[in-house]
Every structure is written in C-alpha cells, then in structure tokens.
C-alpha cells in the first residue's frame, strides 16, 4: 500500500502568545518603601522655605552640594536612564554605562530596570489604556483633568497593581549582567545618595551641625527637588505647551522646565523622535543633557550618538 507524503507547504509554528504588560503587584513591604522615598523628602521640600527663613540654617556649603549632587543624579536620570538605557541614543563604554546606571539609581526613582520597563510602556501606550502615568485616562471634564494630574505626576506610584512586565519592556537590560546588579544594589545607590552629602557637609564644616544641614539640603530636599522636576515631564508636559512636531499623544513643549529637567521639557519633540540624542533641537532650546553626551563623545567615551538631522525634523514638523 503506497505511503501518503505530504507535499504542501509547512504549517507555521503557532505564535507564542504576547507577555503581559503588568507585574507582579509590589507587596506591602515594597509599597512601603515607596511611600517612605518619595514622601520624607516631600516633607522637607515643603519645609525648606521656612526652615531656611526662620533658622537661617542654608550655607554656601549646602548650597554647592545641593547644586552638585543634583546635577549629579539629574544626569544620571536623563542621560543614563533615559536616552541611554531607554532609547539607546548612543553606545558607551562599560565605565560609563556602569557610572550613568549609579548615578541614575541615586535619584532614587527606582531600581533602573523598573523605571526603563515603566518608561518603554509609557512611550508603547503613550495617552491610551496601558500608559501607567498618562494624565488623560480618566476624561476631560475639570475634574477628571485634576484627577489625570495627580495620577500623572505621583499618584502612579502609589498604585500596587500598576507595575510593569520586565520581560517584556527590558528584556536586554535583564540580560546585562552588570545592570542586573546595579539593579540589585538600588538600596546601596539609596543609602549612599542620603549619606553622602552629609558627610561631605560634615567634613567640610568640621562639625554635626554642617553634617545635619547638608543631610536636609543636599539629601532630601534635593531628592524631592529632582523627583518633582522628573515627575513634571509625565504631567505638566502631557498637558500644556507647543506642540511643534508630529507625535501620536499629547506630549508637549513646556520651556520653563527645561533647566530643572536637564532639557527633558521638550517633550513633543522627545516623542516625535525618541532615540534623538537631543530633544532641544531647536535653536536657543536649553538640553544640559545633549551637551553632557557631546562631551562624552568628544572624550571619546561614547559613539554612535543619533544626534537631529535636520530633514527628518522638516518631515516631523506638525502642519
């Protein structure tokens, strides 16, 4: 009895079904250390204006130290966390890859994977269902807007269930042995970002008194400080300002930001095209960021950085 042979084409391999986009929900624990970085240094953010005007307490050392370490980690979030390990705006050599990553965790906004996988989810879901911190989920109403607001500049974080697939959003990040390990020791980048300003403070004024006020200055209201300017690009800048380029949600220019935030402010142009090296593309448009990578590609420390190219912005400029 002849065999039957099968001569049509192969069937394809069924599809493996897509990850999830959420994690797993942060237990109590976790949940609690969220609530304790992000709301200690809030206090003494609200605290520094009286603070300062009735003990007088604010010295040229606190000031440098604020000023230092706030540029410091600014960057470590802008041009570490987010052009680099992001959207892979330019490739580094392994020293600094490793001292963006740490700087970036001394922001204290959370363990680098986390905060990557968040921000890929933002920019795949960006204003729609699945963007964990868009300002336009819940309406348009007056309400609804101040509602959006609150969710889009913290109230995100203080959502359990609203944490994000790693696997999915970071998958080579989870496969970099020293980001994985950088990621592991976010509580030492934590202990040190808080300890580290007080002890310089100390040593430099030779006294507690230097070590306590640099601690409340340089530490938390610094902390604060920056957590704030980062969180406004998620709110503010997903409401108000020029939109000057094609994207496809809401993100927008908002200039009074854009030294605080180290140029991140110009949001509509990041979202136009967001592996751009620089987002103040723009003439006049302050982006401390994109100047920190052309030094660091002047030093020959990092290439192929994707720097605007002026015909792809005349096809991006909105009508």
């Given at each position: 009895m002849a065999t039957l042979t099968h001569t049509g084409p192969t069937p394809a391999a069924p599809?493996?079904?897509?990850?999830?986009?959420?994690?797993?929900?942060?237990?109590?624990?976790?949940?609690?250390?969220?609530?304790?970085?992000?709301?200690?240094?809030?206090?003494?953010?609200?605290?520094?204006?009286?603070?300062?005007?009735?003990?007088?307490?604010?010295?040229?050392?606190?000031?440098?130290?604020?000023?230092?370490?706030?540029?410091?980690?600014l960057h470590g979030i802008t041009v570490g966390y987010h052009r680099?390990?992001?959207?892979?705006?330019?490739?580094?050599?392994?020293?600094?890859?490793?001292?963006?990553?740490?700087?970036?965790?001394?922001?204290?906004?959370?363990?680098?994977?986390?905060?990557?996988?968040?921000?890929?989810?933002?920019?795949?879901?960006?204003?729609?269902?699945?963007d964990p911190h868009s300002p336009w989920l819940f309406?348009?109403?007056?309400?609804?807007?101040?509602?959006?607001?609150?969710?889009?500049?913290?109230?995100?974080?203080?959502?359990?269930?609203?944490?994000?697939?790693e696997e999915r959003f970071a998958p080579d990040l989870v496969k970099d042995r020293d980001?994985?390990?950088?990621?592991?020791?976010?509580?030492?980048?934590?202990?040190?970002?808080?300890?580290?300003?007080?002890?310089?403070?100390?040593?430099?004024?030779?006294?507690?008194?230097?070590?306590l006020t640099a601690f409340f200055w340089a530490s938390l209201v610094r902390v604060s400080a920056l957590h704030h300017a980062t969180w406004s690009t998620n709110s503010i800048c997903h409401m108000i300002g020029e939109r000057p380029f094609k994207s496809r949600d809401r993100a927008a220019n908002f200039w009074p930001l854009a030294l605080l935030s180290g140029g991140e402010s110009w949001h509509n142009s990041h979202h136009a095209d967001q592996s751009c090296a620089r987002h103040g593309v723009k003439r006049?448009?302050?982006?401390?960021?994109?100047?920190?990578?052309?030094?660091l590609e002047r030093a020959g420390w990092v290439t192929n950085v994707k720097w605007p190219k002026a015909e792809r912005w005349a096809k991006l400029a909105a009508d």
């Open positions: 599809k493996a079904a897509p990850k999830p986009i959420f994690g797993e929900p942060r237990d109590a624990g976790r949940q609690s250390l969220v609530y304790l970085f992000l709301l200690v240094p809030m206090a003494a953010l609200a605290a520094a204006v009286p603070f300062a005007w009735n003990t007088g307490l604010l010295s040229w050392t606190d000031v440098a130290l604020t000023v230092g370490f706030y540029l410091l980690t680099l390990f992001t959207h892979g705006s330019f490739k580094p050599n392994r020293p600094v890859k490793i001292a963006l990553a740490i700087l970036g965790s001394m922001a204290v906004q959370g363990p680098i994977i986390t905060w990557v996988a968040d921000h890929r989810r933002h920019h795949a879901f960006s204003d729609k269902e699945g309406g348009t109403s007056a309400w609804a807007l101040t509602k959006g607001f609150w969710h889009a500049h913290m109230g995100w974080m203080f959502e359990p269930r609203n944490t994000t697939n980001i994985v390990l950088i990621d592991k020791l976010f509580w030492l980048w934590t202990i040190i970002t808080f300890l580290a300003p007080a002890i310089l403070g100390g040593l430099i004024t030779m006294s507690w008194a230097g070590a006049g448009q302050i982006d401390t960021s994109a100047r920190v990578i052309w030094l």
